[in-house]
């Protein structure tokens, strides 16, 4: 029935014993007897800020017996005001929180502080489970002595790094944060009982937050861009080295002290030599090896003799008449 519904409270139910109850042992009720009813097992507490702290103390009592019925007694919050402090939660919320718990067979409201006689045989309770450590309360060194006594105390383990204190202490110490956390959510600061400045400075700080998450989303998509850019960037170097090489090697092939280029240029001077030198004469002419010979000019017309002066004057005249003869044969 706990595992689809709450469990019912003590109002609301009867002990379901048929059998008459009698005293059990530890010992008995380890061996699973008597068989015709379960082993009624009683665990109480205030369960403010219901935790896995207080999951796991049930859990221990539901399991310490193969065959138990666990009931869960929930003091009222006079009692616990008067003898523990004030709770977070009140009666009501804690008694509901506890009728969700898969361990709980039965929720008993307003559980009295010191366990009677009257209350144990009202409710037919075998064994009562708590942690060993003495609580002191309500003028009493240890509030479980007598069960101790009387050989019906069973003890639990407590779940060490949690506890309803240390939860309070945690909001505590970090109340600035829940209360901004909570005007950021739509409460008041008279809900909150928080002054104006207070108020005011808590919602400054919100928006400086609020700016300080935008700053760190742009840093964060700025360093996934500039991750792109650089895988980009690898890639781009790659294929860059890639077609640097292969342009190095066709340079190479064509202008390389064996390349193409250089033996299309050579083959090209071979051909302006060739088409520049002058061609030889064949091997077979007479006139090879014989170094050529001027043939004597004809004498020009114009040609004078150079005269020697004249010895005397009659020479002298006499080669004036002769030339004088000379041009009347010409004419």
Same mark, same amino acid.
């Given at each position: 029935?706990?595992?689809?519904?709450?469990?019912?409270?003590?109002?609301?139910?009867?002990?379901?014993?048929?059998?008459?109850?009698?005293?059990?042992?530890?010992?008995?009720?380890?061996?699973?007897?008597?068989?015709?009813?379960?082993?009624?097992? %009683?665990?109480?507490?205030?369960?403010?800020?219901?935790?896995?702290?207080?999951?796991?103390?049930?859990?221990?009592?539901?399991?310490?017996?193969?065959?138990?019925?666990?009931?869960?007694?929930?003091?009222?919050? +006079?009692?616990?005001?008067?003898?523990? $402090?004030?709770?977070?939660?009140?009666?009501?919320? @804690?008694?509901?929180?506890?009728?969700?718990? @898969?361990?709980?067979?039965?929720?008993?409201?307003?559980?009295?502080?010191?366990?009677?006689?009257?209350?144990?045989?009202?409710?037919?309770?075998?064994?009562?489970?708590?942690?060993?450590?003495? %609580?002191?309360?309500?003028? &009493?060194? +240890?509030?479980?002595?007598?069960?101790?006594?009387? $050989?019906?105390?069973?003890?639990?383990?407590?779940?060490?790094?949690?506890?309803? =204190?240390?939860?309070?202490?945690?909001?505590?110490?970090?109340?600035?944060?829940?209360?901004?956390?909570?005007?950021?959510?739509?409460?008041?600061?008279?809900?909150?009982?928080?002054?104006?400045?207070?108020?005011?400075? %808590?919602?400054?700080?919100?928006?400086?937050?609020?700016?300080?998450?935008?700053?760190?989303?742009?840093?964060?998509?700025?360093?996934?861009?500039?991750?792109?850019?650089?895988?980009?960037?690898?890639?781009?170097?790659?294929?860059?080295?890639?077609?640097? @090489?292969?342009?190095?090697?066709?340079?190479?092939?064509?202008?390389?002290?064996?390349?193409?280029?250089?033996?299309?240029?050579?083959?090209? &001077?071979? @051909?302006?030599?060739?088409?520049?030198?002058?061609?030889? =004469? /064949?091997?077979?002419?007479?006139?090879?090896?014989?170094?050529?010979?001027?043939?004597?000019? /004809?004498?020009?017309?114009?040609?004078?003799?150079?005269? &020697? /002066?004249?010895?005397? /004057?009659?020479?002298? =005249?006499?080669?004036?008449? &002769?030339?004088?003869?000379?041009?009347?044969?010409?004419?």
């Amino acid at each position: 029935m706990t595992l689809s519904a709450p469990a019912p409270f003590a109002g609301e139910t009867s002990c379901q014993c048929k059998a008459p109850h009698e005293k059990l042992t530890i010992a008995q009720a380890r061996l699973g007897t008597p068989v015709d009813r379960p082993v009624r097992v %009683y665990a109480d507490g205030i369960f403010d800020l219901f935790h896995a702290g207080h999951a796991r103390a049930l859990m221990q009592a539901k399991t310490l017996f193969p065959n138990s019925y666990l009931l869960v007694g929930v003091c009222s919050d +006079d009692l616990t005001h008067k003898f523990k $402090g004030f709770t977070v939660m009140n009666e009501a919320e @804690r008694y509901e929180a506890l009728r969700h718990c @898969r361990y709980v067979d039965e929720v008993i409201r307003d559980a009295p502080w010191t366990l009677t006689p009257e209350f144990l045989e009202k409710h037919k309770i075998d064994f009562v489970a708590h942690d060993d450590i003495p %609580y002191s309360s309500a003028g &009493s060194d +240890d509030v479980y002595k007598h069960i101790k006594e009387a $050989g019906m105390f069973v003890p639990t383990q407590r779940t060490e790094g949690i506890s309803t =204190s240390d939860i309070i202490t945690r909001i505590v110490r970090d109340y600035d944060v829940y209360a901004r956390r909570n005007l950021q959510r739509g409460y008041t600061a008279k809900e909150l009982n928080v002054s104006f400045i207070n108020e005011k400075k %808590y919602r400054f700080q919100n928006q400086v937050d609020k700016m300080k998450e935008k700053v760190k989303n742009v840093e964060e998509k700025s360093k996934e861009f500039v991750n792109r850019v650089e895988e980009k960037s690898h890639d781009l170097i790659q294929k860059w080295e890639e077609k640097s @090489r292969e342009f190095i090697g066709n340079f190479l092939e064509l202008f390389g002290p064996d390349g193409a280029w250089k033996q299309m240029f050579q083959e090209r &001077s071979n @051909r302006m030599l060739q088409a520049l030198s002058p061609r030889q =004469s /064949p091997t077979s002419s007479p006139t090879r090896g014989r170094s050529p010979s001027r043939s004597p000019s /004809p004498p020009s017309p114009w040609h004078f003799r150079k005269a &020697s /002066p004249p010895s005397s /004057p009659k020479a002298a =005249s006499a080669s004036i008449s &002769s030339m004088s003869e000379g041009d009347e044969d010409e004419k």
